[in-house]
């Protein structure tokens, strides 16, 4: 990846005229170079989304003035914002039971250099995947979660996740529900994998229910977490086709590559700050 110096601002409001000219005008102001700019407009929630991102080299606005100088125009536009250093790696958690192929493939993606994030732990409620995340050099901690002591051992997580300093979690085949305190404090912030294309088999066993139903195309969907089960925002889906000659074993194996590159797609997009969720639904700017 080509090393940028540059900061993104994602934002969201009501929808009105003269906006784009707004923040264009006001990123000017300050001689900014404009790398990239996209917006979206949904009319049917009257609503204004944008990530515009520009190069720093030039900037006459010393970021740490960012918030004072550009918080009178979020409050007469009613702005819901945020902005983001492509000096900053965040610093990613992984989450994994004892299927390793989505978290093999974040590692891999990581090491070379695709997605550019800090990996900063693994937790799993199994110890299946102690070695090869330690071979990556990447702290791996067992969290023995059930149903008799998810509260206590949440709290463990927890106290994990702080101590490392995590900006976003992944889960990457994590077996586990997650409480709703526990996605309470991370809100847009958890990036889960399911196994079928959703709305379709939410919930457990879905490439044994999808071969139940004969249905022509399984897939994979990757979303933010929310207190309801497989009920977050979309980020990402894809699908393959099956015939009525596949089993359920073939179905898991064809179902174990869409898993890996919709998640990596959706891990991505969100290291690069191309994400807005709102409504339940998300903008993925180009």
Known sequence: MSERNSATLLISCPDRKGLVATIANFLMAYNANIL???QHQDSSENLF??????DLSGFTLPMENFAAAFQPIADENQM?????????????ALFVSKYEHCLVDLMHRW????LNCDIALVISNHEDCRR?????GIPFHVVPVTRDNKAEMEARQWALLEEAQVDFIVLARYMQVLSPSFVERYPSR???IHHSFLPAFDGAKPYHR???RGVKLI???SHYVTEVLDDGPIIEQEVTRISHRDDVEDLVQKGRDLEKVVLSRAVRWHIENRILAYANKTVIFD
Do not use: Q, Y
């Open 219 to 221: 897939g994979a969907t």
């Open 210 to 212: 999808a071969f139940a």
């Open 190 to 192: 958890v990036i889960n």
């Open 132 to 136: 090869l995340v330690e071979f990556n």
């Open 80 to 92: 819901t914002w945020r902005v983001t250093l492509s000096s900053k790696k965040p610093r990613m």
């Open 36 to 38: 990239h700019a996209d």
């Open 111 to 114: 090491r070379i250099g695709e």
């Open 49 to 54: 989304l944008m990530r515009v991102e520009w």
